[in-house]
């Protein structure tokens, strides 16, 4: 029923739609190939947390810059030509990493994926937003997420399992099977840019934005939460892999299952989110799901059961997450288009700065304790919740 639902809200999308939509799907699947092995990549290589800390906090802070630069660089080449061109950065990116020739050429690759971040992830949900109703718009966003994170489940299930199997079936090491697990990741980008050169561009009839008080208002209300979100995201996301590892002990193999369950029941969820939407509000939404997460993560350390453990950070994941392309379309309502990659790209900004200073204070913290992150991930989700629903409660509309 729910599919069905779905399925007819994705017939009323027009052709370029439809392939954002269907490329997004794809990108998320080979994309989880890079961020789920990542962090046993780079152990297999010889790395430390801290120099893990390092590599993340560099790919996230260009991002950030490039969050601030999204905007402008649309409004001067477009939404296509900047998607574009992120894509081709990412892809030589992705390259470097994989090769990891040096410390230096590693890191000039998280450099460039963290341009490619920067740029793609604004102007994607710009041209999204122009290409569908606004009435639409809570869907659109909605099956997007969905079918991105069933892929991205996808790909987290293959990134936990081909290691053993090409280290058991073939003899190499567990460092070459790694690379060669991180290399199926190219596949997100010959994907790409094939698709991206098909799609029509959406003029912008304005390419200045007019900068105003009540604009830079906005940007800030919508900014603020995000960045105290990203501060405690960096905190603990990156580093989760490795807590199930330390803590309980159990295999790659089961690790990735746990994420795998988790976007699964996340992507289904968002096909009946907008009906939730419709129902309480997307304010309503958004602050009572973020709520639950956070009191979810601030009890998480003291559990001593991996399936428990497993079961709470998937309801937790599911919760935090899910609400985003809600947030997202809720956003977008407020901005012209002109203003849209701006506006969004600055807000993610905000959360993509504070994410990198979450990823040095993780690295630091998980030194210290396997607790001390959580619980400071848990309060900061709460303040930002708060934060968000001071700002737009009287906007929440049904």
């Known amino acids: 029923m729910i599919l069905s639902l779905t399925m007819l809200k994705f017939e009323e999308f027009n052709r370029d739609a439809k392939i954002l939509i269907a490329l997004n799907a794809i990108g998320q699947l080979f994309l989880q190939f890079s ?8 152990r297999a290589l010889g790395y430390s947390m801290a120099d893990m800390g390092a590599f993340f906090s560099l790919r996230t802070f260009v991002g950030g810059v490039f969050f601030l630069l999204a ?63 606004d009435r639409l718009r809570h869907h659109a966003f909605s099956i997007s997420f ?76 919508f900014s603020i939460p995000s960045a105290i979100i990203g501060l405690g995201a960096g905190i603990t996301i990156p ?29 289904l969820g968002s096909f009946v989110l907008p009906k939730l939407v419709e129902r309480i509000g997307a304010v309503k939404t958004i602050t009572l799901f973020q709520t639950s997460a956070a009191l979810l993560f601030a009890i998480f350390p003291s559990i001593e059961i991996f399936l428990i453990a497993a079961g709470v950070y998937i309801v937790r994941s599911i919760l935090m997450n899910i609400v985003w392309p809600i947030n997202d379309s809720f956003m977008l309502g407020f901005f012209s288009t002109e203003e849209k990659a701006t506006a969004v790209g600055i807000r993610r900004a905000f959360s993509t700065f504070m994410r990198g ?42």
């Open 35 to 42: 961020f789920f092995i990542m962090p046993f990549y780079l």
């Open 239 to 267: 580093y989760m892999q490795l807590y199930f590892d330390m803590r309980f002990g159990v295999t790659l193999a089961k690790i990735s299952g746990v994420f795998f369950a988790q976007q699964i029941v996340m992507g």
């Open 146 to 221: 969905g079918l991105g994170t069933m892929f991205n489940a996808l790909g987290v299930l293959l990134a936990g399992f081909m290691p053993n199997f090409l280290e058991t079936t073939f003899g190499i090491t567990n460092q070459l099977a790694y690379r060669l697990v991180l290399a199926f990741s190219f596949l997100q980008f010959i994907f790409t840019i094939p698709a991206l050169l098909i799609i029509k561009d959406v003029p912008v009839e304005n390419p200045k934005i007019r900068w105003r008080r009540e604009l830079i208002i906005k940007i800030l209300k």
């Open 357 to 398: 200073f979450g990823n040095y204070i993780g690295g630091f913290l998980f030194g210290i304790s396997l607790s001390y992150p959580f619980y400071a991930t848990a309060m900061l989700y709460t303040i930002a919740t708060l934060t968000f629903w001071f700002f737009f409660a009287k906007y929440n509309k049904v």
């Open 71 to 133: 905007g402008q660089i649309s409004l001067k080449i477009g939404y296509k030509k900047s998607l574009l061109l992120g894509a081709l950065l990412g892809f030589l990116g992705r390259i470097l990493q994989v090769m990891a020739f040096n410390y230096y050429l590693l890191a000039f690759g998280f450099f460039l994926v963290g341009v490619n971040m920067g740029i793609r992830q604004p102007n994607f949900s710009a041209l999204l937003s122009e290409e569908v109703e």
